[in-house]
């Protein structure tokens, strides 16, 4: 039986463990191969969890190919266009060809409105906007002058959709990325390339539960604000392969009509 994915080739950054390994498994599964990034290894700033290390992208690879599909894996930093460009060249020059890209890389750093050093802030906009931004200008030219249409999508948030307190950066640049995704659905159009972003709710990823493990400190004084957070769903948290089933339908030829949409898969978070 076909995959929905046949020989198609994904270009996923953020890969080496959390959602990004999750997609890349998932659409190995449906017949994807994959040129895969990831910076591998902390930002100092971010010190509520641990960062990806290059055996956790190993790792990534390995699942890959237990699938019998191939994959193109390098260490990139997303604030790094000409590197990001470097990595994409080079996976297309041995894969062939690429048909999706899935902006994932992202970072966050909790804390109260006032409690942001300048640096702090600048890292998770450099990382969830700059970073979409590098990745979009790295793939989205190798689509249009392959001339065969194409599917990306950029890796948004719930708090991409609704207010996120005590999380003001990481809300910013994911409302950014949302507004972004529509515009370049407008332009992309004309050469038959799709753009949406995918909206996760609670989800459990070291990113996540990092994040969890500091809510208390952070809204001391403010704790009826974490009400923001609650959903429908009677699961604390999802796996990310739900993030990815998505993902699939959005890459696939399945979603031909399907552009500039804002897709939450988050238990109702956003609806309230």
Not at 185 to 207: F, Q, W
Not at 219 to 233: C, I, K, M, P
Not at 262 to 271: H, R
């Amino acid at each position: 039986m076909a995959g929905r994915m046949d020989g198609k080739v994904v270009f996923l950054t953020g890969a080496a463990r959390g959602q990004g390994r999750a997609h890349a498994v998932r659409l190995a599964e449906e017949g994807a191969d994959i040129i895969a990034v990831d910076i591998c290894e902390s930002i100092p700033t971010v010190t509520q969890y641990e960062g990806a290390t290059p055996e956790d992208l190993q790792e990534t690879v390995r699942l890959v190919e237990a699938l019998d599909r191939r994959i193109v894996a390098q260490q990139a930093d997303v604030r790094d266009g000409a590197r990001l460009k470097e990595v994409l060249d080079s996976g297309v020059a041995e894969l062939g060809r690429l048909d999706g890209v899935v902006a994932n890389a992202g970072i966050d750093i909790l804390r109260p409105w006032d409690g942001y050093s300048d640096r702090e802030f600048r890292d998770v906009i450099d990382v969830n906007l700059m970073g979409v931004w590098n990745t979009v200008m790295a793939s989205a030219p190798v689509l249009v002058e392959a001339g065969q249409g194409g599917s990306i999508v950029l890796v948004s948030s719930a708090g991409g959709l609704k207010p996120g307190p005590f999380n003001i950066p990481y809300v910013a640049s994911k409302y950014a990325v949302t507004g972004m995704g529509k515009t370049l659905a407008a332009e992309l159009g004309k050469h038959r390339i799709r753009v949406n972003t995918i909206h996760p709710g609670p989800i459990d990823t070291e990113m996540a539960r990092g994040a969890k493990a500091h809510f208390a400190e952070v809204s001391a004084g403010n704790e009826a604000l974490l009400g923001v957070y609650s959903n429908f769903h009677p699961d604390a948290a999802m796996e990310p392969r739900m993030i990815s089933h998505a993902i699939v339908y959005l890459l696939s030829d399945e979603s031909t009509w399907t552009t500039a949409h804002a897709l939450a898969v988050d238990g109702g978070m956003s609806a309230y």
